[in-house]
């Protein structure tokens, strides 16, 4: 058995009912390394051009890494790619948990499933076998439901499972994947694409444990991780209060999303605020297999109108935002409820938080009236509003929930009626709660991003600005060639690079997948020399950080390269008009906006960087440099 990996694919046919294993060579690994570089290797190769992203001839991937199920902080990640139904472009989205590692020591690194399947079926590999199970008992349930009956079922509490929910057996648009019935592959609709094959769950366990070259060193990387947590306030802040625990920084810096991004400052943002859930609602913190940071949430209501089961989890600052001050709602109770409506059902929180606040822009303007929302009062603040609709959505009924269940973008076109300047889309996503206006650089991988608008595939701005930078930060920054801090608010030539530089290490880490809370270029637990430290101590490979950086390139090259063939351009590679207009409210941010003339001249500065055409488009040459010429083909 080879080191960090178990040299194992398992390729799924539904619609013979066939399994096949496939045992790539080293140099493979060493290439792609997991996550979406190896999961969109298979999607380029095996799918046809221009399939119906719901159609059985869409590819679904599932890959861990050559690092996954190592006993470290931040590495039980898996990502899940195929055509996205949302923007038709590459779909893309990573999860934790405990699934990840099981699904290692289960005793594949990766799945590749095609076709669909004549009835609803689920996979289980349990110690290596893989075996499909008749499925038509689970529909329709709740994902705990499932949970318990799959636990049942297999006569083993200790299974991980991965499963859609009942919202995209509905056809929700934004339909998750959904593990431990609280961790998400939420974004792109990656949930609907496994539903439209007729796989509910995949379900493992195993007892194999993954092999290191030097499980010495990575014992020692890993006795850092618990010492340096109280010693760096941004990874003691999450450990303390979990991502929510930057509701408060964002809303003074004037980067909290408001009233569907028309402000960024929202007066309520104390009650819904990752220390108030602390001292009110949080029952524990959970973590991720072998994961000292502990940042997930846990809460427990159980008076009142909103009870919500711990089992369920809590609600992240991006939840906390789309629900909270994207809707101008500040009860953290509803957001808690909320956020339980969308893991029972399997929904993106971001999309369906962000739709909802879309369609209240909507009303307050008359853009839409009562008829459309089938008489709900649809006003900011209204937590009745607010519940009514998301229960619309996850059911995909009424005459709101089947318009808003295809997502704003869609709705958008439905309602027409300059619905379309209440958009804060990008490829159909809708944006997530940080805001390009003052992270500028973000606006431009908002844009350029291969599966639209995403807040986890680049650093942010504050990390290399004057007045924010730590010594900490710039020392990794320097790394990765950004020795200097820039100036706020700038989008020059410097900060595209530091765009493009923090966006390929981002790429990389989706690809050797790694939490990035753990490992990153700035804030984190671990910098870009352990990153290296510790691939080289899970592998033997003698990598350095330049050939994990061309790991991250590839990833993106190949993506691109999908979009090209599908159609998919600069064209797509748009900001939301919203976007460049003032921001209204008062604060920091107040009227401030991005201009078209800054995006533009990112993007050019952006394509060069990558090497890419002034389309945006990889070139011969640009896949050649990275060993994958064999891509060019599919442009
Ligand atoms: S930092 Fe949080 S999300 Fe990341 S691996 Fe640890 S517990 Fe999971």
């Given amino acids: 058995m080879p080191f960090g990996y178990n040299g194992k694919i398992l390729h799924i046919d539904l619609t013979r009912g066939t399994m096949e294993v496939e045992t790539p060579p080293e140099s493979f690994y060493r290439k792609y390394m997991g996550g979406s570089a190896m999961g969109v290797y298979y999607i380029l190769k095996e799918m046809p051009k221009g399939v119906d992203p719901l159609s059985p001839e869409n590819v679904l991937?599932?890959?861990?890494?050559?690092?996954?199920?190592?006993?470290?902080?931040?590495?039980?990640?898996?990502?899940?790619?195929?055509?996205?139904?949302?923007?038709?472009?590459?779909?893309?989205?990573?999860?934790?948990?405990?699934?990840?590692?099981?699904?290692?020591?289960?005793?594949?690194?990766?799945?590749?499933?095609?076709?669909k399947s004549p009835k609803p079926v689920y996979l289980s590999i349990m110690d290596g076998k893989p075996e499909l199970h008749d499925a038509a008992h689970l529909m329709g349930r709740v994902t705990g439901e499932v949970d318990d009956i799959l636990r049942k079922e297999m006569g083993d509490d200790k299974i991980e499972i991965l499963q859609h929910g009942p919202a995209a057996e509905r056809g929700v648009l934004f339909s998750s994947m959904v593990n431990m019935s609280n961790r998400n592959n939420g974004r792109t609709g990656m949930g609907l694409v496994m539903a439209s094959k007729n796989l509910k769950a995949v379900v493992v366990r195993g007892r194999q444990r993954v092999r290191l070259a030097d499980a010495k060193g990575v014992t020692a990387l890993n006795r850092v991780g618990p010492k340096e947590v109280p010693n760096n306030p941004d990874m003691d802040g999450l450990a303390k209060y979990g991502t929510a625990s930057v509701v408060m920084p964002q809303n003074s810096m004037g980067t909290l999303p408001t009233h569907n991004y028309n402000e960024s400052q929202f007066e309520s943002c104390e009650p819904i605020s990752g220390e108030k859930m602390a001292e009110t609602i949080l029952k524990d913190r959970e973590t991720c297999y072998a994961c000292v940071v502990r940042c997930k949430r846990v809460v427990e209501i159980k008076e009142g109108a909103?009870?919500?089961?711990?089992?369920?989890?809590?609600?992240?600052?991006?939840?906390?935002?789309?629900?909270?001050?994207?809707?101008?709602?500040?009860?953290?109770?509803?957001?808690?409820?909320?956020?339980?409506?969308?893991?029972?059902?399997?929904?993106?929180?971001?999309?369906?938080?962000?739709?909802?606040?879309?369609?209240?822009?909507?009303?307050?303007?008359?853009?839409?009236?009562?008829?459309?929302?089938?008489?709900?009062?649809?006003?900011?603040?209204?937590?009745?509003?607010?519940?009514?609709?998301?229960?619309?959505?996850?059911?995909?009924?009424?005459p709101l929930g089947r318009v808003l269940s295809q997502g704003s973008e869609r709705a958008a076109s439905v309602w027409g009626n300059g619905a379309d300047e209440c958009l804060i889309t990008v490829k159909g996503a809708e944006a997530p709660a940080h805001m390009p206006q003052a992270k500028r650089s973000l606006g431009l991988i908002y844009a350029v991003n291969p599966f639209g608008a995403d807040h986890q595939s680049s650093e942010h701005d504050w990390m290399i600005e004057e007045g924010m930078a730590s010594d900490l930060y710039m020392g990794r920054l320097a790394m990765l060639g950004m020795p200097d801090k820039l100036a706020p608010l700038s989008l020059d030539k410097a900060k595209v690079k530091f765009a493009w530089l923090t966006e390929v290490f981002y790429s990389m880490l989706d690809t050797v997948e790694l939490c990035q809370f753990v490992w990153g270029p700035g804030w984190t637990l671990y910098g870009p020399q352990e990153t290296v430290d510790f691939v080289k101590?899970?592998?033997?490979?003698?990598?350095?950080?330049?050939?994990?950086?061309?790991?991250?390139?590839?990833?993106?090259?190949?993506?691109?390269?999908?979009?090209?063939?599908?159609?998919?351009?600069?064209?797509?590679?748009?900001?939301?008009?919203?976007?460049?207009?003032?921001?209204?409210?008062?604060?920091?941010?107040?009227?401030?906006?991005?201009?078209?003339?800054?995006?533009?001249?990112?993007?050019?500065?952006?394509?060069?960087?990558?090497g890419w055409t002034a389309d945006g488009i990889p070139t011969r040459d640009s896949l050649k440099q990275l060993d994958i010429e064999w891509a060019a083909e599919y442009l």
């Fill in 61 to 115: 991937t599932l890959m861990c890494s050559v690092t996954t199920g190592a006993a470290i902080s931040g590495q039980s990640r898996i990502n899940a790619n195929a055509k996205s139904p949302i923007s038709g472009a590459i779909g893309d989205s990573q999860a934790g948990g405990y699934f990840p590692a099981e699904f290692k020591f289960a005793g594949f690194d990766g799945l590749v499933i095609k076709g």
């Fill in 306 to 398: 909103y009870k919500v089961d711990p089992y369920y989890g809590g609600p992240e600052y991006e939840t906390l935002g789309t629900f909270g001050s994207y809707c101008g709602i500040g009860d953290l109770a509803a957001i808690a409820y909320a956020n339980q409506i969308c893991n029972q059902n399997g929904v993106d929180t971001i999309a369906c938080g962000a739709t909802i606040a879309f369609a209240m822009e909507c009303y307050e303007k008359g853009i839409i009236t009562k008829e459309q929302t089938g008489g709900l009062e649809l006003k900011f603040g209204s937590v009745e509003a607010m519940l009514e609709a998301l229960n619309q959505i996850v059911a995909n009924s009424g």
């Fill in 537 to 610: 101590a899970a592998t033997g490979w003698d990598v350095t950080l330049d050939e994990l950086m061309a790991v991250g390139m590839r990833r993106l090259n190949l993506m691109r390269t999908f979009n090209a063939r599908e159609g998919v351009d600069r064209k797509a590679d748009q900001l939301p008009r919203k976007f460049f207009k003032a921001l209204g409210g008062s604060g920091p941010t107040a009227g401030i906006a991005l201009t078209h003339e800054e995006i533009d001249s990112a993007i050019d500065e952006y394509y060069r960087l990558a």
